[in-house]
């Protein structure tokens, strides 16, 4: 396989051209023949246009790239060596939604030939990819896998924003149906990944090696949540208390913070609901997503309690939240704990605005119910900085006050502010 694609006999399918698989099917088509893939025909265009979707890349990515953008079977059709990297997201009980990967995977049983390669890149529990994707891409297909069609899954570990963490720089897990597959798969990614690769035993070795990622970063995000909580009961500051314990030189240096997105705030679900299948509650990982899941209550509640000792009527007061992003300097506001936030004022009764530089103010209508004022007023009880956007870091006391109301409250979610606010009423997690 890796020989014919290096001869271009052969080329590369890239199916879902999100955050993860664009950068991916790029870089590929920087070396050898790719087709990217994906199911929403105006995106495709786009990127026919050079223009990024997602948001992260410049249309210079794009030169130099010998890549077919489709939203076609009968082009995919064209490909051998398909990489699916589509989200894997939770619905609305909090259980993983397979939905978008076996779409795809129906989308490779209509299109696989004999001799062809299927790698999975999404996110899923251990033991998904075998037992849930490869039974309808054989069924479709009428191909078995290891004898007519190999398979594989090499966990992406593409951080959105990061321009210094890239795919060519980290170390790419890959794993195959048997030592030929391994094999080769791991030399078609040595093509582009210059960090090296990481030849897993199994695919369920690989798919929990990527799960476990997520989680250990989770759950130790929890425990900052805890210890935030227990601090503010204590009067003191969490981020000096971190800074203080950050001497040392094997501390974690994990901090406080609403924890949203496609990934941290998702993929440990995916593990407990295969552990509940399997008779084991996951009491720590559990847990730690209770106290995640729970702290945008926690910043409404404080900061209403500080508005009441500031004489203030939260029924009557007007909040800002800066920031709608899950995360800094990204476009991306999938699973974005701020609407927690602003839910939870709303249900107090409080009129809320918010502000973000990168945020898309339909998508947020669309996925939350809100948008985004154009500009900010100069009369609100507080002001929540919630995301650190780079727009935000020269924040300071007399900027901010130019936004308030007399007695105002300032929430700092990231402790960016600290030792800046002085007049006004000061909060941190």
Not at 87 to 97: A, G, K, V, Y
Not at 108 to 114: A, N, Y
Request: proline share 4%; aromatic share 8%.
């Amino acid at each position: 396989m890796l020989k014919e694609i290096l001869s271009g006999e052969k080329k590369i399918g890239v199916i879902g051209l999100g955050y993860v698989g664009l950068p991916i099917a790029l870089e590929f088509a920087r070396k050898v023949g790719v087709i990217g893939f994906d199911i929403n025909a105006k995106r495709v265009e786009m990127m026919r246009n050079r223009i990024d979707p997602s948001g992260e890349l410049e249309p210079e990515a794009f030169d130099g790239c010998n890549i077919t953008f489709t939203d076609s079977e009968d082009v995919l059709k064209q490909a051998s060596f398909f990489i699916v990297a589509v989200p894997t997201p939770i619905d609305e009980h909090r259980l993983p939604d397979l939905k978008p990967v076996l779409s795809a995977s129906s989308t490779i049983g209509r299109v696989l030939k004999k001799g062809d390669y299927v790698v999975f890149e999404s996110t899923v529990y251990p033991g998904c990819t075998e037992e849930d994707c490869l039974p309808v891409i054989e069924e479709l297909s009428g191909l078995k896998c290891t004898t007519d069609f190999k398979l594989g899954y090499s966990p992406e570990r593409i951080n959105p924003g990061d321009k210094e963490h890239t795919l060519p720089k980290i170390v790419k897990v890959v794993s195959g149906c048997d030592a030929e597959s391994l094999e080769e798969i791991a030399g078609v990614y040595e093509l582009v990944v210059m960090a090296g690769v990481h030849k897993a035993s199994s695919i369920k070795v690989a798919e929990a090696a990527k799960i476990i990622e997520n989680t250990q970063r989770d759950v130790n995000i929890a425990l900052m949540n805890e210890l935030s909580i227990i601090f503010n009961k204590m009067g003191i500051n969490t981020f000096e208390v971190l800074e203080a314990a950050g001497t040392k030189w094997n501390f974690l240096k994990f901090k406080p913070g609403l924890v949203g997105g496609h990934c941290i705030g998702v993929d440990p679900y995916y593990l407990t609901y295969k552990a509940q299948e399997l008779g084991y509650h996951a009491q720590i990982i559990n847990s730690g997503r209770s106290v995640n899941d729970s702290m945008g209550f926690y910043v409404t509640k404080q900061t209403v309690k500080k508005l009441i000792a500031a004489g203030k009527d939260p029924g009557k007061s007007k909040v800002l939240v800066m920031g709608a992003t899950f995360k800094e300097d990204v476009e991306d506001i999938r699973n974005s704990k701020i609407a927690d936030v602003v839910n939870e004022f709303i249900s107090f009764g409080v009129k809320v605005h918010v502000v973000d530089p990168h945020a898309d103010s339909e998508e947020l209508m669309h996925e939350y119910g809100f948008g985004l004022v154009q500009e900010p007023d100069n009369d609100y009880d507080a002001i929540i900085l919630a995301v650190n956007h780079k727009e935000y870091t020269s924040l300071d006391e007399a900027v901010i006050s130019k936004l308030c109301a007399d007695n105002a409250v300032v929430v700092d979610l990231k402790g960016v502010l600290r030792g800046k606010i002085h007049q006004l009423t000061y909060w941190s997690l």
